[in-house]
Structures are given as structure tokens and as C-alpha cells.
């Protein structure tokens, strides 16, 4: 069965800081991992896809890794700012759905 | 409406009550997921369509009923619930069923808020 872990549970910066949010997953037969970001009794919105083959994928001041191998993966957010205050999410592709870790909860203060 | 919608947002039921969830994807997609939120869990996968097939039932008791009428439309019945059984509950849809594409992600709907009394 796979398992998604999530570290931090929750996170509190100041603004303007550099963080970085952990991934670890149990199987490594997966077909991609996504990060998702999720608002407060909202739905989930994708942030980055990476797929099984890639090791790292960008979009804007966000940045996401894949040690497939290891089971890990980081979502790292540059420069963070009071709007990136949510619930970040990591899901791996396996067998027919998503598996999803807890999240972790940011808070970015101003 | 372009995406995934979900009425109604909010739903307060007793557990004697029936009622049901409906899910709309404006996507094209072929696939379709409901998924249990509950506090401090993580997302539980429920059931999966794929072409109006249901291909996964994950183990979730009787008294929610799926039903895929057509690729672009879920509903989720439920009858005789529990108060373990509040959650926001999220309809995702993707083009293709996942675990087929290492490059398709799923579109996830605003949400149903229910509340079991």
C-alpha cells in the first residue's frame, strides 16, 4: 500500500523567506508526483506535475524535486509572500488515483 | 462554467435523511473521482469512473451510492449517514484515468461542506 508522508505538519515564516516543504512515499512505482495547493474549505489547484522520469520542475518562484529512487520529493517556495498562505499538498500517481499526503499548513506572516 | 462544479456547496443533513452530491466537469474529461476530506486526514480516495465505468470502489460502506450517467456528470447518494461521515467531500475529474499518463493531473471541484447531525 503506498503511504505519503508530509513534513512539516505546519510552518509559520516571515515574509520574504526562503522554505522548503518535504515529500517522502513508501513505492516507487509511481507515474508522476504533483504538489497541489489548497485554500481554506476549497478545492485543490496543481502547482507542478513532475513525471516519473524528470527530477525537477519549475514554475515561477516555486520549485519542485523527485528522488524517485529514495521516495522524496521537495517543494521549495523562494522568496514567500503573505499570499502564499495554504495548504500544500503532495500526491503521487499509483494504481488508478492519487495518493495523498496530510499537507502542510503555511502560514506566511507580512 | 468552465471546470469542475459541485452543488450543493454546503449541506446539513440528519441520518435519516437522503441526499445527494453532484459533480459537473466542462473539461472533455473521461474520468471521474470523488474523494473524503476529512480534519487532519489525508485525502481518501472513494470511487472512480473512467468512460462511466466505475473501476475502483475503495472500500466505502453502502450508504454512499455513486452514480456516472454520462462522462461529464457525478453524483454521490448518500443515505442513512453517520457523524464520522462529515467531511468536504471533492469530485475530481482528469482526460485520462490516472495511472495511464505520467503527464495528466486531476481538476478538483470547489467541494461539498456536509454536516451529519
Known amino acids: 500500500k503506498q503511504e505519503v508522508t508530509q513534513i512539516p505538519a505546519a510552518l509559520s515564516v516571515p515574509e520574504g523567506e526562503n522554505l522548503v516543504l518535504n515529500c517522502s512515499f513508501t513505492d516507487s512505482a509511481i507515474y508522476n508526483l504533483q504538489w497541489f495547493r489548497q485554500d481554506p474549505g476549497k478545492g485543490l489547484t496543481s502547482l507542478l506535475l513532475i513525471q516519473s522520469s524528470q527530477r525537477e520542475q519549475t514554475s515561477g518562484r516555486l520549485n519542485a524535486s523527485l528522488d524517485k529512487s529514495s521516495g522524496r520529493s521537495t517543494l521549495y517556495i523562494a522568496a514567500s509572500q503573505p499570499g502564499d498562505s495554504a495548504t500544500y499538498l503532495c500526491?503521487?500517481?499509483?494504481?488508478?488515483?492519487?495518493?495523498f499526503g496530510s499537507g502542510t499548513r503555511l502560514q506566511v506572516q507580512p | 462554467e468552465t471546470g469542475v462544479t459541485q452543488t450543493p456547496r454546503h449541506l446539513v443533513m440528519g441520518m435519516t435523511n437522503k441526499k445527494s452530491l453532484k459533480c459537473e466537469q466542462h473539461?472533455?474529461?473521461?474520468?471521474m473521482y470523488w474523494y473524503k476530506q476529512s480534519a487532519k486526514k489525508p485525502l481518501e480516495l472513494m470511487f472512480v469512473y473512467s468512460l462511466e465505468e466505475r473501476v475502483e470502489n475503495n472500500s466505502v460502506p453502502s450508504r454512499f451510492s455513486p452514480e456516472c450517467p454520462n462522462s461529464s456528470h457525478l453524483f454521490l447518494h448518500l443515505h442513512t449517514l453517520q457523524p464520522e461521515d462529515s467531511a468536504l467531500y471533492l469530485c475530481?475529474?482528469?482526460?485520462?484515468?490516472?495511472?495511464?499518463?505520467?503527464?495528466?493531473?486531476?481538476?478538483f471541484g470547489p467541494g461539498t461542506r456536509l454536516t451529519v447531525l
Open positions: 500526491a503521487v500517481s499509483y494504481r488508478r488515483a492519487l495518493t
Open positions: 473539461l472533455g474529461h473521461n474520468a
Open positions: 475530481a475529474s482528469s482526460q485520462v484515468l490516472a495511472g495511464f499518463s505520467s503527464t495528466d493531473t486531476q481538476y
